[in-house]
């Protein structure tokens, strides 16, 4: 049985059978997406988890205001 992924962006859990795997050419390293709005945000605009409010890596930055 195949195990899940976890997005290189957002964080949450991709279900087998979907998600987009982005493969490097520089490095051949692979970056898993569960959606497109992590894809562009992440490639095309060169975002940062850290910065993204919706990300669970803004979370653990400790910006998080309770």
């Known amino acids: 049985m ?3 992924q976890r997005c ?3 964080g949450k859990d991709i279900e087998p059978g979907t998600g987009v795997a982005f493969v ?3 490095d051949g390293s692979v970056s898993w997406f ?3 709005k992590c894809k562009v945000n992440r490639i095309a605009r ?3 988890p850290r910065d993204t409010k919706w990300t669970a ?5 400790g910006k998080v205001s309770r």
């Open 46 to 48: 060169r975002m940062k």
């Open 57 to 61: 890596g803004y979370e653990k930055g």
């Open 2 to 4: 195949v195990g899940t």
């Open 34 to 36: 569960c959606s497109n």
């Open 24 to 26: 490097q050419t520089k």
């Open 8 to 10: 290189s962006f957002c």
